[in-house]
Nanobody
């Protein structure tokens, strides 16, 4: 019903930047919160940043001051601009959206397939 597709991952050097994008498609009526999560090898998935439908943002402490989340409601997209990257940012990054479907009621969580971000010199 809803598909999320991430792009923009890859290899970056420490101190470098990457921009992740996530596009939602399907039978979408509206999208509430949009977020980015990440999972490093051997670790649990963790929240990186979230943006509400009203534009309010919340960041994990590890992302504050370095990452910026933004959304384009017209395109059903969410972005994560990552700067001053560190080796510990290496992980698979997943986008997540709370979506209300056309003809549906309430919102449900949807996840992308993940995109690998590797920070290494």
């Amino acid at each position: 019903q809803v598909q999320l597709v991430e792009s923009g991952g890859g290899l970056a050097q420490p101190g470098g930047s990457l921009r992740l994008s996530c596009a939602a498609s399907g039978s979408i009526f509206s999208i509430y919160a949009m977020g980015w999560y990440r999972q490093a090898p051997g670790k649990q998935r963790e929240l990186v940043a979230v943006v509400t439908s009203g534009g309010s943002t919340h960041y994990a402490d590890s992302a504050k001051g370095r990452f910026t989340i933004s959304r384009d409601n017209a395109k059903n997209m969410v972005y994560l601009q990552m700067s001053s990257l560190k080796s510990e940012d290496t992980a698979v990054y997943y986008c997540q959206m709370v979506v209300s479907l056309k003809g549906g009621y309430g919102g449900s969580d949807y996840w992308g397939q993940g995109t690998q971000v590797t920070v290494s010199s």
